[in-house]
T-cell receptor, first 113, second 114 residues
């Protein structure tokens, strides 16, 4: 089983809708999770991180973590065409405290006008 | 402030050739990483370094070598290139004191092995 898995996608939503991106992980010891956004042909950039169970909101983005279900999600409210990108879920590999990350395969999001 | 700089941006190699991907950062970050990304896939860690003189293998190190003689530079060496090494390579760095998991990426180097 992959350590971090993103099963959904590609995902297409209309402008203004809520986009929901999902991620599951296998290591119950994982304490923190990260969402990176990658535009086509560009490098990934960190947009959200979450350490605690529950929700974390930052502008139009909400990260949700459920450690009991080993599930992480990213909600994008009022989706815009500029949100069209690949979204990568990541967790520290082997419980490290720095940037040695394990990434999911990514979910391609398209927001159409 | 340039951040993380990778060269070259594009390269075509023949099977069996060798080359070095250069990576330098000007943020005085202790940690540096090399990831590869195959089409439609996430990133896989090749090698990482926690400081000058210290390197370690990641998930997919076979066919690669690295060195870290200075804080700024972290070159990735490909020996005897194979078609399986066709990929986009990203160098990244992160500070010792900072948000764990926040990586600063270079623009990537697209390598094709024919």
């Amino acid at each position: 089983q992959k350590e971090v898995e993103q099963n959904s996608g590609p995902l297409s939503v209309p402008e203004g809708a809520i986009a929901s991106l999902n991620c599951t992980y296998s290591d119950r010891g994982s304490q923190s999770f990260f969402w990176y956004r990658q535009y086509s042909g560009k490098s990934p950039e960190l947009i959200m991180f979450i350490y605690s169970n529950g929700d974390k909101e930052d502008g139009r983005f909400t990260a949700q973590l459920n450690k009991a279900s080993q599930y992480v999600s990213l909600l994008i409210r009022d989706s815009q065409p500029s949100d069209s990108a690949t979204y990568l879920c990541a967790a520290p590999a082997g419980g490290t405290s720095y940037g040695k990350l394990t990434f999911g395969q990514g979910t391609i999001l398209t927001v159409h006008p | 402030n340039a951040g993380v700089t990778q060269t070259p941006k594009f390269r075509i190699l023949k099977i069996g050739q060798s080359m070095t991907l250069q990576c330098t950062q000007d943020m005085n970050h202790n940690y540096m990483y090399w990831y590869r990304q195959d089409p439609g896939m996430g990133l896989k860690l090749i090698y990482y370094s926690v400081g000058a003189g210290i390197t370690d293998k990641g998930e997919v190190p076979n066919g690669y070598n690295v060195s870290r003689s200075t804080t700024e530079d972290f070159p990735l060496r490909l020996e005897l290139a194979a078609p399986s090494q066709t990929s986009v390579y990203f160098c990244a760095s992160s500070p010792r004191q900072g948000r764990a998991g926040e990586l600063f990426f270079g623009e990537g180097s697209r390598l094709t092995v024919l």
